[in-house]
């Protein structure tokens, strides 16, 4: 059984930082990994970044330079490090695990968190 479990949000303006955590259990690192995806109101949730089992990452265009996605294996836990926050990085951001080896579906049912506001204004 996967749990996900964020922290770390809040209200910051803009040019702060913020570093998100996700505590899991029960998660297998895979190929497809871990990743942060965040909802802004009225608008889709989207993919932010994503880190694999090799240590590969990815980040969305529009937060490269800024976020750092990072993974501590002794304490299972997923970071986001946001630096120079917008206020258009303003959303709920949501940890997810994906225990799949396909790269063309990774993220396609992955296992969710709870979700944690992230307010910059």
């Known amino acids: 059984h996967v749990q996900l479990v964020e922290s770390g949000g809040g209200s910051v303006q803009a040019g702060g930082s913020l570093k998100l955590s996700c505590a899991h259990s029960?998660?297998?690192?895979?190929?497809?990994?871990m990743g942060w995806f965040r909802q802004a109101p009225g608008k889709e949730r989207e993919l932010v970044s994503t880190?694999?089992?090799?240590?590969?990452?990815t980040y969305a265009d529009s937060v490269k330079g800024r976020f750092t996605i990072s993974q501590d294996n002794a304490k299972n836990t997923l970071y986001l490090q946001m630096n120079n926050l917008k206020t258009e990085d303003t959303a709920v951001y949501y940890c997810?695990?994906?225990?799949?080896?396909?790269?063309?579906?990774?993220?396609?049912?992955?296992?969710w968190g709870q979700g944690t506001q992230v307010t910059v204004s």
């Open positions: 029960g998660y297998i690192f895979s190929r497809c990994g």
């Open positions: 997810a695990a994906d225990m799949g080896w396909v790269p063309d579906r990774c993220y396609e049912n992955p296992y």
């Open positions: 880190i694999s089992r090799d240590g590969t990452t």
